[in-house]
Every structure is written in C-alpha cells, then in structure tokens.
C-alpha cells in the first residue's frame, strides 16, 4: 500500500497564525538551543504570556535557516526520560522562532534587528570556540568572522538607531560552555569597541545600560534521531524536517538579579531554572563531571567502535573506563563532598543510560580540542599536582584525543569537526611519524591549552606510549599495556 504524502509543517498547515514580536535574538540554529532555550521561551510564552518572539542567526556560513524558514520557525520537541522514578515522554510543537536570517547573506536584514522597539535578550550558544577574538574583523568588513564581531556591530547600530536610550540596552545572556561566559564576550565586545576607535558614549553605553549574565547550562540533546526517523514522523500530522529530541532533565543557572527576575516569569513554568549571585559551584560540578565524561569518552570510545552514549556506558570496558575516569580521577579533584559528588555522578550516568536517547558520539564531536582544554584538562593538571602521578585514564584519554585528530583509523574516516587552523596543525604534528615528537609538538601549542604542556611532569612521555599503544595494540589491549607500565 502506498504510503501517503504528508503536508510539510508550516504555521498554516499547523494552525499557528500569532505572531510574535522580537524580544530575542539568538545566535544559533542547532539542536541544543531549540531543545533548550527555544523550548523554555515557548513555555514561557504559553504559560505566563511571555509574548517573545525569537529572531535566530545562523553562525557559521554554513547552517538551517533555510530548513527552518521553510517550516515557518516551527519544528517538534520530544523529550523522554525518567523523572522522579516515572518514565516521561512528552512532545511540543515549537512556535517561538519567527525568522531565521543568514548574516553571511543578508546582513543587512541582521543589522535590522538593532532596530527592533521590543527587543530585550541577546542568547547565544556559538560552542566553546565561538567567543574569540579575531583582531582582522573590522565594523564595515562584513559579515564578521567572530560572533562577538557580529554582536558587536549589532549593539553599536542600535546604539546609534535609539540614540543611547537606556532603555534599549539589552540582557545579554551566553550559553557556552566557558567559565564567565558572558564576561568574556562583554571583554571582547569592549576590545571591538577600542579597535574600531568607537566613541565614548557607546563604551559607556556598553557598561552602564547593558546586562551581561554568566551562565550554566544542562541538558542532554542528542539531537534530529535519524535512526527511528520514521516512527517519529507517524506521531506528526505535518513532515517535520527539524525533529529534535531531548531528555526530559533541564538546568539552566544564571547570574542575575531581581531586575531580570522581573523581565523574565521563569517563576511561572515547572522548570529547573535558577537565578542566582554565584554560579560557580553549579558550573565546576558539572562541566567537570558531565561535560567531562563527554569529552573524555568521545574519541576513546569511536575509537574502539561505539557510535552512542549508551553503548559506551553500558560496555563492560568501556563503561568501567568511563566510570573509574568519573569517580576514581575526576571527583577527587572536586573541593565538594564526597557524598555530594558521587551522588551527581550517578545522576549523570543514570542519564547516561536513558533507554529512550541515542546520543551519537559524533555529533559531540565538534570543537573537541577546545572542549578538552575547558573541561578535562583542569581535571588531569589538579590530579597530578594533588598526587604528583597522572591520572591513568584522563592521560590514556588525552592521547586518544590526539589519535582521534589524525583523521582515519582502519581505514574509516573519523567524525573531526573543528576549525581549520585546528586540525591542520594537528594533521602537520601526525606528519612528524614519531610518537615523542608528535606528543611533543601538540602538547607545546599554546593555542591549544594556553600553556606548554610538556612542562607538566611525565606527561609527554606518558601521552607518546599511549600513542604507540594505541596504534600498534588497539583501545583495549593498549590500555591494559599502558596501565602495568604505570603501575
């Protein structure tokens, strides 16, 4: 029997005639964003008439809003877990997105958001390499290279548009997955306005009327679930081609006030949203454990031939590496208790396992080199100067990472998703042929860690065996080698 052809999803075959102004611009068009932010606003506006439309840049000169203009901004969130011992799944059709601009093509249009009346937020999710400064970007080079370039030409036309209004400052809310996420970019934006010999006022602008709130994000998305596409789109009236699926856990820590408490109803929706004065606490806790066990099983996990999560927690070796990588050198190099910090970790592992998610390893691929320095390295560097000994697993952890950089393993090509500049000086140090050499030369680029890694005691020698190891003997056999010469 043939099948019949669904309509595609857009606000008329959905039935979703409102519009909504522009209160938010958002930097980013990926999963984790319309899984996270984009759905919080939608509740928002559902449940305590938010009313806030949401106008999305794409980043990179490459991305959806093609696909997503075609939908009208509207696409399907499934969220599925296990919430307080009882099995959640739960689907929302999204609504908030009312356009998505390609600035590398329409930058004008951009540029026009700054004229925006009801505009308020500026979100962003740009990974951890986004917020960077490119000292070639100029105010008239358009469109920019680095995101707060662009952030930055935007606040300086609106800036001149309202002529310094103080009430058309706008609360800047980043979610990277840096530490002082939005001091960073608000540096940055400062460093733009000196470079470009902008005036004074502007600058002044900046500090006094514009609200930068630091940040902590958490939920997992593995994003459009390719593999069981179909029975997701037998649940859809409409042909949904931006499915997004998530776990039904969400944390989103910011650093704020009650002014942003009044300009956002977070009080109103059952989530786990805190505004709070320190978030720190919240923040080493979990890009520590959690992003951390991201990262850290990532290319050691592809590389011994799992493709999800899952797979990797659930697999006798795999998993006991990820585990003892958790408990045994990670949490021991956390300042909270003990107790506090086992029993996250178990939360996160039970996450881990949630039977409803597949969580490709792929597509946590992406920016690999910076997540490491941001999330295990400060792990593997406290470890070793608690105990004066490597931490086992993070070390044999950090050479898969350089493995994985190479491109290939038995003739597969890997999943290496970062910029130019990274992988083609990772690929140059693979040409040297010599494991020492190759240790050497990653661990010296300062681009890469901010400091010369091979001042640090042993490790050097110890990623180069790893190399070896892993080249010649495979992940397990190697790890096996690699932990009775440690011993």
């Not at 019949?4 to 519009?19: F, H, M, P, Q, V």
């Not at 700054?114 to 505009?119: D, I, N, R, S, Y």
């Not at 006030?257 to 300009?263: I, M, N, R, V």
Request: with cysteine.
């Amino acid at each position: 029997m043939e099948k019949i052809k669904k309509k595609s999803l857009n606000r008329e075959t959905a039935g979703i005639t409102k519009k909504l102004p522009i209160k938010v611009i958002q930097y980013g068009e990926g999963n984790f964003l319309r899984a996270f932010v984009d759905y919080v606003i939608d509740k928002l506006n559902k449940k305590a008439d938010f009313n806030a439309g949401v106008a999305v840049i794409q980043p990179l000169a490459v991305g959806m809003v093609d696909i997503l203009n075609e939908q009208d901004g509207l696409y399907n969130l499934f969220m599925k877990g296990i919430k307080k011992g009882k099995e959640i799944q739960e689907q929302e059709t999204i609504s908030c997105i009312q356009k998505g601009i390609n600035p590398y093509e329409d930058y004008q249009v951009y540029l026009d958001l700054a004229k925006e009346e009801q505009l308020e937020f500026l979100i962003s999710n740009t990974t951890e390499a986004g917020i960077a400064f490119d000292e070639n970007d100029t105010l008239e080079g358009y469109p920019h290279s680095s995101f707060p370039a662009k952030v930055t030409a935007l606040l300086y036309k609106r800036f001149q548009h309202f002529n310094g209004a103080k009430d058309k400052g706008l609360s800047i809310i980043p979610c990277e997955l840096i530490n002082y996420n939005a001091d960073a970019l608000n540096e940055i934006i400062l460093k733009y306005a000196s470079l470009w010999k902008l005036e004074d006022k502007f600058i002044s602008w900046i500090k006094d009327h514009n609200d930068f709130h630091n940040t902590l994000v958490d939920r997992i998305v593995p994003g459009y679930p390719k593999d069981d596409i179909d029975a997701y789109q037998e649940k859809l009236e409409q042909e949904d081609k931006l499915i997004v699926s998530a776990e039904v856990f969400l944390l989103w820590v910011i650093e704020g006030d009650e002014k942003l408490k009044s300009k956002i109803p977070f009080d109103k929706i059952d989530e786990n949203i805190l505004i709070v004065d320190d978030l720190q606490p919240y923040r080493t806790r979990k890009v520590r454990i959690l992003n951390g066990a991201h990262t850290t099983m990532v290319p050691f996990s592809i590389l011994y031939g799992n493709e999800t999560v899952k797979e990797t927690v659930d697999h006798e070796f795999t998993g006991k590496f990820i585990s003892e990588a958790v408990f045994e050198e990670i949490n021991p190099t956390l300042e909270l208790s003990e107790e506090e910090l086992n029993s996250f970790a178990e939360e996160v592992f039970d996450r881990f396992r949630n039977p409803f998610i597949k969580h490709q390893l792929s597509s946590i691929a992406l920016n690999s080199i910076s997540k490491f320095k941001v999330r295990v390295l400060p792990s593997l560097l406290t470890f070793q100067e608690k105990y004066n000994r490597l931490p086992l697993r993070l070390t044999f952890a950090f050479a898969c990472l350089i493995r994985f950089y190479k491109g290939e393993w038995n003739g597969e090509i890997l999943p290496v998703k970062d910029d130019e500049k990274t992988t083609s000086e990772l690929k140059q140090a693979w040409e040297l042929n010599n494991y020492n050499e190759i240790s050497e030369r990653v661990l010296k680029n300062g681009n890469f860690w901010d400091r010369d890694l091979t001042e640090v005691p042993q490790l050097t020698e110890k990623v180069a065996s790893a190399l070896e190891l892993i080249d010649h003997k495979g992940i397990e056999e190697g790890f096996k080698i690699f932990s009775e010469r440690s011993e």
